[in-house]
């Protein structure tokens, strides 16, 4: 709805920081949003009635322009590195007085309030505000919807400053360039300036939690999805954008408790997030028929071209990017969890998208190869998931999230390990990457095989079969899986050259070891030996 500010309480605004006196418009429902992107030119509507857009220069984030203000409560907590850029207090306070002058002078604008994490004990409020209505669709979709009664007593914690139309002076600031993505945990505050890409928004709340959970009350962070089967049991599947977690989590048979993000508890699991934000790419109602039925209307689709002289998505056009995306509330999947909790795991599945094509389609992990590939982090970053990238590359991130991860990675992988052993969780490595040759060779492990694999280990179905030991990488590797071809299950048969093979593998290893490195110091000799032997 459009309200004049005097109807919102005076101190959402104030704490806002906005001067903007008219044409306001709060909390609007999301058919309106939809109305009010197309009439401002800002969208157009597919077949399935699901609003279109372009995130504009953007469609990945831009790791390198992601900024955290070092001040006294950050200088001696952050791990500053490649990840987490520092910046100084005057600057970013000088970057959202920008956005707020920008604010002001836009024809209108949109504030949403709504919380992050499912579990109230940690409860995060948000009032995210942008001029982009589509923007606030992409908040209601995604961070959880308080009821008519939370709104009265609403009280934000943190804000949301969203202006993509901003070009920031970058000189002036002594920033990167016009864009910038900038986190204050003394203002409490993300101001976002010169790009579209609404995962900067995403990805900033999550940032966020990362550090006030694990700090303030000893709640695991994760990068991962989750799922519960009619019995209970919960499944975890950790990996980089692109590696499988929207895909595989979204199983017909088990509750979908969310895609993306998730805190582990003394007690439970829970879902940060109100919805999903899964990649487009090759998207079809055969393979993924959860996420296909989803582009409806109040999904939010990005990047994508449409067949010639229709209104139908070409979901297998990359012309404008390969991480093509669409977000929608979680209910949009007919078996979401409501709330969005789930029980202590049984089983964790660490995604892999080797591009490599050494690694086992599947294989299972003591507790000290869990947290070696834990601290690891190994797989490929897939095309458009950020800006720059246009095909696999191999790379190692940390808990596979480092982008995000704004305490050292041993903090997170500690917790990891308690809980691992507390629990005696089942830890599986699944390569969801290549196989029978690397990238450009081999071919991509069908969709269809790696479902067989992860819904075997959840059944137990891989309990009694036999397993034999990777030479090279150490983990246990089943001979035979329901629904797999028996030769898929060793790597090295589904190459033409075994020697190829070997040397690849070798690569791989010696990759592994030297990335290890930086993390040697702090680890148990017991976890420094789980890694893959060099010859």
């Known amino acids: 709805m459009s309200v004049p500010s005097f109807l919102i309480p005076l101190k959402q605004m104030v704490a806002t920081g906005l ?42 984030r831009s790791p390198l322009d992601k900024y955290i203000v070092r001040d006294e409560v950050t200088a001696d907590t952050i791990n500053w590195n490649e990840f987490n850029h520092s910046i100084e207090e005057k600057t970013f306070l000088a970057i959202r007085q920008q956005i707020n002058d920008h604010l002001a002078s836009c024809p209108a604008i949109w504030v949403r309030d709504a919380y992050a994490c499912a579990d109230p004990r940690y409860r995060l409020n948000i009032r995210v505000v942008t001029d982009k209505p589509w923007l606030s669709l992409f908040a209601y979709n995604m961070f959880l919807r308080p009821t008519e009664e939370e709104l009265d007593g609403f009280d934000q914690e943190w804000t949301i400053l969203a202006a993509p139309d901003l070009q920031l002076d970058a000189k002036a600031l002594n920033i990167r360039q016009s864009n910038a993505a900038v986190i204050s945990f003394r203002h409490k505050t993300i101001a976002i300036a010169g790009t579209g890409y609404t995962g900067e928004t995403k990805k900033g709340i999550f940032t966020v939690l990362n550090y006030i959970l694990p700090m303030k009350h000893d709640v695991l962070s994760m990068h991962c999805s989750a799922n519960k089967g009619v019995n209970g049991d919960t499944a975890l599947f950790f990996g980089l954008s692109g590696t499988g977690k929207t895909t595989l989590s979204a199983d017909p048979s088990r509750q979908l408790i969310g895609d993306d993000e998730h805190g582990w508890t003394d007690n439970n699991v829970f879902n940060f997030e109100g919805g999903c934000y899964a990649k487009c790419i090759n998207l079809s109602a055969d393979k993924e028929p959860e996420i296909y039925g989803a582009i409806r209307p109040g999904a939010l689709v990005e990047n994508t071209r449409f067949l010639k002289g229709t209104n139908k998505i070409d979901f297998d056009d990359a012309t404008i990017t390969e991480n093509t995306r669409v977000s929608y509330p979680l209910d949009y999947i007919s078996n979401a969890a409501d709330p969005s909790v789930g029980a202590i795991p049984d089983n964790i599945f660490f995604l892999t998208c080797d591009a490599y094509g050494v690694l086992p389609p599947i294989s299972r992990l003591t507790a000290p190869q869990a947290m070696y590939q834990f601290i690891s982090g190994y797989t490929a970053k897939v095309a458009g998931t950020e800006t720059g990238v246009t095909c696999p590359k191999s790379t190692f991130s940390a ?6 991860l704004p305490l050292h990675p041993g903090r997170y992988a500690e917790m990891l390990g308690q809980r691992l052993i507390r629990h005696k969780v089942k830890v599986w490595l699944i390569n969801t990457g290549w196989t029978g040759g690397p990238y450009g060779t081999g071919h991509r492990m069908k969709l269809s095989f790696t479902r067989s694999m992860i819904k075997a280990a959840i059944d137990g179905k891989l309990d009694g079969v ?55 110091s702090g680890v148990s000799a017991e976890i420094l030996a789980a890694g893959p032997l060099v010859q």
């Open 399 to 404: 808990c596979f999230g480092a982008p995000f």
């Open 19 to 60: 001067k903007h006196t008219e044409n306001v418009h709060y909390q609007t429902p999301p058919e309106e949003l939809v109305q009010q992107s197309l009439a401002m030119g800002e969208g157009v509507l597919n077949d399935t009635g699901a609003l279109v857009v372009m995130t504009g220069k953007f469609t990945g």
């Open 466 to 520: 036999a397993y034999e030991k990777d030479p090279v990488f150490g983990m246990a590797v089943p001979l035979s899986c329901p629904g797999v071809p028996v030769e898929l299950l060793q790597p090295r048969n589904t190459w033409a050259d075994s020697a190829a093979y070997d040397q690849q593998a070798a690569c791989l290893a010696a990759a592994f070891q030297q990335n290890f490195s930086k993390y040697a």
